[in-house]
């Protein structure tokens, strides 16, 4: 089976480190939120994948070629018309199956399961505030009876957690190709949603199945507590640590250079990174920072950044220099 990633987006509730990365390459617990998906694929099974690439795409591209086991294809979208324009890029004329997940989201399941199931299903999680989803409804045995994207008075709270297994991508190709024929468009885009609508009203079935966790990387707030759950579930790597207080679970990259600090809990720090003398917790460290005699708590410190001083929450993006 293959799976279709969405990757071209440039996230901008993540500046300044999407300034020089796309969304997907942001790290949490120790590699990129593609990285993590790569894994959970390629435990499932899955090694054939097409990711939609746009956004500094090279990032994307020079990732995956270091990793081995799968077969990549890249197709680039060009003009960010919405998420079933970026998919149609990835699917195929055949009635073989496909997986879709967002290359933005960490999602916990059983991926061979959901990937066993017989019809169309859609992952599904209940929300708090719908209007920010695609939400569907269900009859009593679990199928989809309606779904409606980002709705004003949302019929309920089970959103479509961005993982999709589509029995048949020819027909999802070409339910997308009639919305771009017909200019369908919902806020200027074309929804996914939409696709999956017009196949409904074809007569195939959606099931909903409820994932087990998601994780959204959408904003610095979420991006941080998705480090510390991914942290918690994997554990600690504490590296090249010297004279230091660890306090688990951190991941500390092989060849970082930590000295006379205290490091947790809920740190991540990078490649190549140099840290002496301070005390850290709660941050994300990208790789070959330079940090010495700071306080960090809440932090996301970009690669190559210099960051000397009592510095508590702060942001900075990749070569920057922070003082104080």
């Given at each position: 089976?293959?799976?279709?990633?969405?990757?071209?987006?440039?996230?901008?509730?993540l500046?300044?480190?999407?300034?020089?990365?796309?969304k997907v390459m942001?790290?949490v617990?120790?590699?990129?939120?593609?990285?993590h998906i790569?894994d959970?694929?390629m435990?499932?099974?899955?090694?054939?994948?097409?990711?939609?690439?746009?956004?500094?795409?090279?990032?994307?591209?020079d990732?995956?070629?270091?990793?081995?086991?799968?077969?990549c294809?890249?197709?680039?979208?060009?003009?960010?018309?919405g998420?079933g324009?970026?998919?149609?890029?990835?699917?195929?004329?055949?009635?073989e199956?496909v997986?879709?997940?967002?290359?933005?989201?960490?999602?916990?399941t059983?991926?061979?399961a959901?990937?066993?199931?017989?019809?169309?299903?859609l992952?599904?999680?209940?929300?708090?505030?719908?209007?920010?989803?695609g939400?569907v409804?269900t009859?009593?045995?679990g199928?989809v009876v309606?779904m409606?994207?980002?709705?004003e008075?949302?019929?309920?709270?089970?959103?479509?957690?961005?993982?999709?297994?589509?029995?048949?991508?020819?027909?999802?190709?070409?339910a997308?190709?009639k919305?771009?024929?017909?200019q369908?468009?919902?806020?200027?885009?074309?929804?996914?949603?939409?696709?999956?609508?017009?196949?409904?009203?074809?007569?195939?079935i959606?099931?909903?199945?409820e994932?087990?966790?998601w994780?959204?990387?959408?904003?610095?707030?979420?991006?941080?507590?998705?480090?510390?759950l991914?942290?918690?579930?994997?554990?600690?790597?504490?590296?090249?640590?010297?004279?230091?207080t660890?306090?688990?679970?951190?991941?500390?990259a092989?060849d970082?250079?930590?000295?006379?600090s205290?490091?947790?809990?809920?740190v991540?720090?990078?490649?190549?990174?140099?840290i002496?003398?301070?005390?850290?917790?709660?941050s994300?460290i990208?790789?070959?920072?330079?940090?010495?005699?700071a306080l960090?708590?809440?932090?996301?410190?970009?690669?190559?950044?210099?960051?000397?001083g009592?510095?508590k929450?702060v942001?900075?993006?990749d070569?920057?220099?922070?003082?104080?």
């Amino acid at each position: 089976m293959k799976a279709i990633i969405p990757a071209a987006g440039m996230g901008t509730r993540l500046r300044p480190h999407t300034f020089t990365r796309p969304k997907v390459m942001l790290n949490v617990a120790g590699k990129p939120i593609i990285g993590h998906i790569a894994d959970t694929l390629m435990e499932a099974g899955i090694k054939q994948l097409s990711i939609i690439v746009g956004y500094k795409k090279e990032r994307v591209i020079d990732y995956f070629t270091g990793i081995e086991g799968f077969q990549c294809e890249f197709p680039e979208q060009k003009e960010m018309l919405g998420l079933g324009h970026a998919v149609l890029y990835g699917l195929e004329e055949t009635d073989e199956p496909v997986l879709i997940i967002l290359g933005d989201t960490i999602i916990n399941t059983d991926y061979k399961a959901f990937i066993s199931r017989e019809t169309h299903t859609l992952g599904v999680v209940q929300v708090e505030d719908p209007r920010r989803f695609g939400i569907v409804e269900t009859n009593e045995k679990g199928h989809v009876v309606s779904m409606v994207e980002k709705p004003e008075n949302p019929p309920g709270n089970l959103a479509i957690a961005g993982l999709y297994l589509i029995r048949n991508q020819g027909l999802l190709k070409e339910a997308i190709e009639k919305l771009v024929r017909d200019q369908q468009k919902t806020r200027g885009e074309y929804q996914l949603t939409d696709a999956l609508k017009i196949m409904m009203d074809q007569g195939e079935i959606f099931t909903a199945v409820e994932i087990d966790s998601w994780l959204d990387c959408g904003k610095q707030e979420t991006l941080l507590e998705t480090n510390r759950l991914i942290l918690e579930q994997k554990g600690s790597r504490s590296g090249n640590a010297e004279n230091c207080t660890i306090i688990p679970p951190v991941y500390i990259a092989d060849d970082a250079s930590v000295k006379n600090s205290v490091i947790g809990p809920y740190v991540s720090i990078g490649a190549g990174t140099h840290i002496c003398g301070s005390v850290i917790r709660d941050s994300i460290i990208y790789e070959e920072a330079d940090i010495e005699h700071a306080l960090l708590s809440g932090a996301i410190i970009g690669q190559k950044t210099v960051c000397k001083g009592r510095l508590k929450p702060v942001n900075l993006g990749d070569f920057s220099e922070a003082f104080e």
